[in-house]
T-cell receptor, first 118, second 109 residues
Framework: GAVVSQHPSRVICKSGTSVKIECRSL??????MFWYRQFPKQSLMLMAT?????????EQGVEKDKFLINHASLTLSTLTVTSAHPEDSSFYIC??????????????FGSGTRLTVV | DAKTTQPTSMDCAEGRAANLPCNHS???????VYWYRQIHSQGPQYIIH???NNETNEMASLIITEDRKSSTLILPHATLRDTAVYYC??????????FGKGTMLLVSP
């Protein structure tokens, strides 16, 4: 089945530094990938839609200059949290749907990245 | 995506069937009913989806009412590893997935 690999699974960084999170589709191509954020005891909130070869689409309230998204190939999207602050500490999750999948096929999610900014 | 309503939490004894309801009274004709679950500190896992017919796979069964305004996810023999938050989402397959609060299912010994 479709597998999405997300790395790292856990990262601790100092306030003011940047952190890059990778999301790879291992056995399928994904024109579009999605980035979510989840705070404790809350549901997933969509941050942005990542499109291969073009600019990402950000949800309202998400700072595009702070959360840089690059989708340079059909199997890799990256999220960089720039100048991280403690309030950016969260669980970040990516997902993808196969480009050639049938209509209605389920989305596959990465295992998530726990970011802690100290 | 149409709004869905789920109970906040449910309990189930290990080995028994877990029946998780979902209301989606405003679902449109081209929207599927998707079910995902999220085990603590992991990414969501796809379970099953359907349009109007009942569906079954190795994980669960999905029963959709004839008017498509509600559905039930059935885990036939719940185990402790099925403890998770279960999300019911009405989705056309073209737009982004929007997660509600889901149902926290606790399976007890």
């Amino acid at each position: 089945g479709a597998v999405v690999s997300q790395h790292p699974s856990r990262v601790i960084c100092k306030s003011g530094t940047s952190v890059k999170i990778e999301c790879r589709s291992l056995d399928f191509q994904a024109t579009t990938m999605f980035w979510y954020r989840q705070f404790p005891k809350q549901s997933l909130m969509l941050m942005a839609t990542s499109n291969e070869g073009s600019k990402a689409t950000y949800e309202q309230g998400v700072e595009k200059d702070k959360f840089l998204i690059n989708h340079a190939s059909l199997t890799l999207s990256t999220l960089t949290v720039t100048s991280a602050h403690p309030e950016d500490s969260s669980f970040y999750i990516c997902s993808a749907r196969p480009t050639l999948g049938r209509i209605g096929a389920g989305y596959t999610f990465g295992s998530g990245t726990r970011l802690t900014v100290v | 995506d149409a709004k869905t309503t789920q109970p906040t939490s449910m309990d189930c004894a290990e080995g028994r069937a877990a029946n998780l309801p979902c209301n989606h009274s405003t679902i449109s004709g081209n929207e599927y009913v998707y079910w995902y679950r999220q085990i603590h500190s992991q990414g969501p896992q796809y379970i099953i989806h359907g349009l109007k017919n009942n569906e079954t796979n190795e994980m669960a069964s999905l029963i959709i009412t004839e008017d498509r305004k509600s559905s039930t996810l059935i885990l036939p023999h719940a185990t402790l590893r099925d403890t998770a938050v279960y999300y019911c989402i009405a989705h056309s397959g073209y737009s982004t997935l929007t997660f509600g609060k889901g149902t926290m299912l606790l399976v007890s010994p």
